[in-house]
């Protein structure tokens, strides 16, 4: 049976994020709010969660998961960014954006792409994130909550805590989420590549 936290969206309570990361840190599987939808999120680098959100999610050996991240210093750690790439980061982040970046030696090889040793990394304008990546100090991995057989993300807390209550540790009520994803961009080769247009507003990368 999972936690159910109702969790203030503009001025999260420190209380309960404490708790949250807490629970993930203990190895939990849970649900939270970002600025587009809801995401499955757990520890970086937790294999046993890991496993868990495959099964739940049904995914392949080859989707590439996304580092939710405070910031782009954060973000470097973990991916390879030159000048020009950091420059147009920079200007979308915190935003709706997913940006694919081959991933450095701190990715943990379950997460990567196999064969590119890719990561999507992201910089989330969610105050619940936020303040959830804050008390964690590390960033966490995630994935958007589409169900197998669905294509858009489940967006009423509620429904998700009844689906999926016993699949999960904790589940984040941040309010009615959005139900459109990020905006995909590769960015591994010389041009930037748009690999899904989302929320975010992709002209500046064409």
Request: proline residues 7%; glycine residues 6%; charged residues 20%.
């Amino acid at each position: 049976m999972s936690q159910f936290f109702q969790i203030h969206p503009e001025n999260p309570q420190q209380r309960l994020i404490k708790q949250a990361a807490e629970i993930i840190r203990g190895g939990g599987l849970a649900v939270i709010p970002t600025d587009c939808a809801y995401a499955l999120a757990c520890r970086l680098g937790d294999k046993n969660a890991t496993e868990r959100l495959h099964r739940l999610r049904q995914l392949g050996p080859k989707h590439n998961f996304t580092l939710l991240c405070r910031d782009l210093s954060e973000l470097s750690l973990f991916a390879k960014v030159d000048n020009s790439q950091y420059r147009l980061l920079k200007a979308h982040t915190p935003g709706a954006f997913t940006f694919i970046l081959p991933g450095t030696r701190e990715v943990p090889r379950l997460l990567m792409h196999p064969k590119k040793r890719t990561i999507g990394i992201r910089v989330p304008a969610n105050a619940i994130a936020m303040a959830l990546l804050e008390e964690m100090n590390e960033p966490l991995m995630t994935t958007s909550l589409i169900m197998p057989g669905e294509i858009m993300p489940l967006s009423d807390p509620y429904d998700i805590r009844q689906m999926l209550e016993h699949q999960l540790d904790l589940v984040v009520d941040g309010g009615y989420c959005g139900i459109e994803a990020t905006t995909v961009i590769d960015m591994t080769e010389d041009a930037p590549e748009l690999l899904r247009q989302g929320v975010g507003d992709a002209s500046a990368f064409l």
